[in-house]
């Protein structure tokens, strides 16, 4: 698969089983124990995807991320936090830090590949250009168009905008966004998905994503947001 994976945690012995996995299903990786490290790990080798602790010394995950997120060549580079936390704020800090996915401690191995896996199977599909009136999708270049702008999103909420606009003024129900966005693998908080349409609405517009009230969300290029 030649796809390369960074793993950063201070205890040796998840880095250890991690490295070994993930070696053994073809992964390029590398290891940093702590955040300071890790940033430098990054710049130098550019990794496909970063597995990424919150606690740890010298720089918390949270950090890292919003630091690498703010560096030129990481704006979509896929990040999953790991962590013992599981508490719902956690969830929410860690996506509004710029996280695309959370996974908790113990890590189910076999889940976890699973979904990286599936992470990098979508990036090689055959992306052609949807378009929806004012937005535009590109799966080619995963941006979202707007005119003659193009809009870098991190992976889940270009997932989600894309998953919206596929049919426009249909209304999403929160689980079919969750299980279609964040799979049936991994269960996060319910907040999740507002705090991603927040986002998306900060950078896209307030009236383009439409709340309906009690159901879910859907795409909307007529109605302003209730």
């Not at 940033?39 to 919003?66: Q, Y």
């Not at 962590?83 to 976890?112: C, F, H, N, W």
Request: net charge negative; with cysteine; aromatic share 6%.
């Amino acid at each position: 698969m030649n796809k390369s994976v960074l793993i950063v945690d201070d205890d040796e012995d998840i880095r250890t089983l991690l490295e070994y996995n993930l070696s053994k299903e073809g992964f390029q990786t590398f290891c940093a124990e702590n955040g300071v490290e890790a940033i430098k790990i990054a710049k130098e080798v550019h990794p496909d995807l970063i597995l990424l602790d919150i606690m740890m010394p010298e720089m918390d995950g949270m950090e890292v991320c919003e630091t690498l997120r703010s560096t030129p060549g990481f704006e979509n580079t896929y990040i999953c936090f790991l962590t013992a936390r599981g508490e719902d704020y956690s969830q929410v800090a860690g996506l509004d830090a710029g996280a695309d996915d959370y996974v908790t401690k113990p890590i189910k191995m076999r889940v976890l590949i699973s979904r990286i896996k599936a992470v990098f199977r979508r990036n090689l599909q055959n992306g052609s250009t949807n378009s929806s009136n004012e937005l535009r999708i590109n799966r080619n270049k995963y941006v979202v168009e707007k005119g003659n702008d193009e809009i870098q999103l991190p992976r889940k909420e270009f997932e989600l905008i894309a998953l919206l606009m596929s049919k426009p003024d249909n209304v999403f129900q929160r689980s079919e966004i969750l299980d279609t966005v964040w799979g049936t693998d991994i269960v996060v908080g319910d907040r999740t998905i507002d705090v991603h349409i927040r986002k998306l609405r900060e950078k896209l517009g307030d009236e383009l994503i439409v709340t309906v009230k009690g159901v879910g969300y859907k795409y909307s290029t007529n109605e302003k947001k209730s």
